[in-house]
């Protein structure tokens, strides 16, 4: 009896799976257990016809909340402006999907106070001299002259008490009186922090920058990606930032995809501080204050492409401190009031090596169009339209691609250029 039982059991077991469980086991979706449907949340907000109505950015957060409560999913954002007195906080796995030229997300008019007392390290309250205009649900930024950067602490205002605010963060470093320790309701306008999988699409934000102080792009842009792995920026326009367009930080496998980002105070596109794998495509900066793209420390395997960089107030393109093994191809970089393309001043282990710059058109840039510094090694510039067309004045003379004394081995390959100077090596000139 025991062995029948034995070989009923066995025989069950491995008896094939019925039709539909079969499928089931093959659509189970990872680190899920469960296959994947049809169905997902989704939930619609605007300032009229919607399952939320609102024109700030309670209503938006609150269906942003509400999504992510569920696992993610979509949340359509309707046309019309929306006032924005703190980020829109994606959480992961959350599509925020508006309507393209039409949902725009405006930056409240900021304000700012000195502090009153010093911010210590880890506080998590700040009092200002004045605190009219900080709001309980304010969003705030809180630095010194000595704690920019990645040392601005960006939060909440939580709760209120005279001049004296509680923060929804601890303070990322000392913020002394005496060194013009202040507050301002400044903060991006889209923030997505320790995030995956988010999606923005379709959006215009309008930073509203004649109203508001200036945000360091290391904390705060139009769109600010920080440790957001896998998020995609797609048809979004940011524009008159008082900082950065869009910018993400320590974020990997980002995507930004045609986008405009015009008139903002400093960069147009930051991929920064060790992202890996960043694509940048179709995608056009224009106006800005300083670079139109700008690779910050350690991006690496990127693929920049098919973008347009134009009229920005410094370099077209920016590259430096560890960029490595980067493609850039078929870009147009343009009339830009320095340098087409610039690889900074790095020594020979911070250097940008390896990069691959193929098939641009690189045109009527201030200064030499490209400009190779540093101790950088094995850079390839092949197929490249490099031309300086203007009137550069009876003694002026234009420089398609200058390579400094402590460059190590390029190639140049292919390319047209047409300059009074094509390539003005000064490797040669420093041998004796």
Same mark, same amino acid.
């Given at each position: 009896?025991?062995?029948?039982?034995?070989?009923?059991?066995?025989?069950?077991?491995?008896?094939?799976?019925?039709?539909?469980?079969?499928?089931?086991?093959?659509?189970?979706?990872?680190?899920?257990?469960?296959?994947?449907?049809?169905?997902?949340?989704?939930?619609?907000?605007?300032?009229?016809?919607?399952?939320?109505?609102?024109?700030?950015?309670?209503?938006?957060?609150?269906?942003?909340?509400?999504?992510?409560?569920?696992?993610?999913?979509?949340?359509?954002?309707?046309?019309?402006?929306?006032?924005?007195?703190?980020?829109?906080?994606?959480?992961?796995?959350?599509?925020?999907?508006?309507?393209?030229?039409?949902?725009?997300?405006?930056?409240?008019?900021?304000?700012?106070?000195?502090?009153?007392?010093?911010?210590?390290?880890?506080?998590?309250?700040?009092?200002?001299?004045?605190?009219?205009?900080?709001?309980?649900?304010?969003?705030?930024?809180?630095?010194?002259?000595?704690?920019?950067?990645?040392?601005?602490?960006?939060?909440?205002?939580?709760?209120?008490?005279?001049?004296?605010?509680?923060?929804?963060?601890?303070?990322?470093?000392?913020?002394?009186?005496?060194?013009?320790?202040?507050?301002?309701?400044?903060?991006?306008?889209?923030?997505?922090?320790?995030?995956?999988?988010?999606?923005?699409?379709?959006?215009?934000?309008?930073?509203?920058?004649?109203?508001?102080? #200036?945000? $360091?792009?290391?904390?705060?842009?139009? =769109?600010?990606?920080?440790? &957001?792995?896998?998020?995609? !920026? %797609? *048809?979004?326009?940011?524009?008159?930032?008082?900082?950065?367009?869009?910018?993400?930080?320590?974020?990997?496998?980002?995507?930004?995809?045609?986008?405009?980002?015009?008139?903002?105070?400093?960069?147009?596109?930051?991929?920064?501080?060790?992202?890996?794998?960043?694509?940048?495509?179709?995608?056009?900066?224009?106006?800005?204050?300083?670079?139109?793209?700008?690779?910050?420390?350690?991006?690496?395997?990127?693929?920049?492409?098919?973008?347009?960089?134009?009229?920005?107030?410094?370099?077209?393109?920016?590259?430096?401190?560890?960029?490595?093994?980067?493609?850039?191809?078929?870009?147009?970089?343009?009339?830009?009031?320095?340098?087409?393309?610039?690889?900074?001043?790095?020594?020979?282990?911070?250097?940008? #090596?390896? $990069?691959?710059?193929?098939?641009?058109? =690189?045109?009527?840039?201030? &200064?030499?169009?490209?400009? !190779? %510094? *540093?101790?950088?090694?094995?850079?390839?510039?092949?197929?490249?339209?490099?031309?300086?067309?203007?009137?550069?004045?009876?003694?002026?003379?234009?420089?398609?691609?200058?390579?400094?004394?402590?460059?190590?081995?390029?190639?140049?390959?292919?390319?047209?250029?047409?300059?009074?100077?094509?390539?003005?090596?000064?490797?040669?000139?420093?041998?004796?």
């Amino acid at each position: 009896m025991r062995a029948y039982s034995f070989l009923l059991i066995l025989s069950v077991a491995l008896a094939p799976l019925a039709e539909g469980a079969s499928e089931e086991v093959k659509g189970q979706l990872p680190g899920k257990m469960h296959t994947a449907m049809e169905r997902l949340p989704r939930i619609s907000v605007g300032q009229k016809d919607a399952d939320l109505v609102g024109a700030d950015n309670r209503a938006l957060q609150a269906a942003v909340d509400y999504i992510a409560g569920l696992g993610g999913g979509v949340v359509e954002i309707g046309a019309g402006e929306y006032t924005m007195h703190d980020s829109l906080h994606l959480r992961p796995h959350v599509t925020v999907l508006g309507v393209r030229g039409k949902t725009v997300l405006v930056k409240a008019p900021g304000v700012v106070s000195v502090l009153a007392r010093d911010g210590d390290f880890g506080e998590e309250q700040i009092t200002v001299a004045d605190a009219a205009g900080f709001e309980v649900g304010y969003g705030v930024a809180i630095w010194d002259d000595r704690a920019g950067g990645f040392h601005t602490t960006v939060g909440r205002i939580t709760g209120q008490r005279g001049n004296v605010l509680a923060i929804s963060e601890p303070l990322m470093s000392d913020c002394m009186v005496h060194n013009n320790a202040k507050a301002a309701t400044v903060f991006p306008v889209v923030s997505v922090y320790h995030a995956e999988g988010v999606r923005i699409e379709n959006l215009t934000v309008d930073g509203n920058k004649d109203q508001n102080i #200036h945000l $360091n792009g290391c904390r705060g842009a139009g =769109i600010f990606v920080y440790r &957001g792995h896998g998020a995609v !920026i %797609r *048809g979004c326009t940011i524009r008159g930032y008082n900082g950065d367009g869009i910018s993400f930080q320590q974020s990997n496998d980002v995507t930004v995809e045609a986008c405009v980002s015009e008139h903002n105070a400093s960069l147009g596109l930051h991929p920064g501080s060790g992202s890996q794998r960043p694509t940048i495509r179709d995608c056009m900066a224009r106006h800005n204050g300083s670079d139109g793209l700008f690779l910050c420390w350690r991006v690496q395997y990127g693929v920049f492409e098919r973008n347009v960089l134009e009229h920005n107030g410094r370099f077209g393109i920016s590259i430096g401190h560890k960029d490595s093994d980067n493609l850039l191809r078929h870009n147009t970089v343009r009339q830009n009031e320095q340098h087409g393309l610039f690889f900074r001043n790095e020594s020979l282990a911070m250097a940008p #090596h390896r $990069n691959r710059v193929e098939q641009n058109t =690189i045109e009527n840039n201030g &200064g030499a169009e490209v400009r !190779i %510094r *540093g101790e950088v090694r094995d850079l390839v510039l092949a197929g490249n339209t490099i031309r300086d067309a203007r009137d550069q004045g009876a003694d002026g003379q234009s420089v398609g691609i200058r390579i400094d004394e402590k460059v190590g081995p390029i190639r140049l390959e292919d390319n047209t250029i047409e300059a009074s100077v094509r390539v003005d090596d000064q490797r040669k000139k420093a041998i004796p």
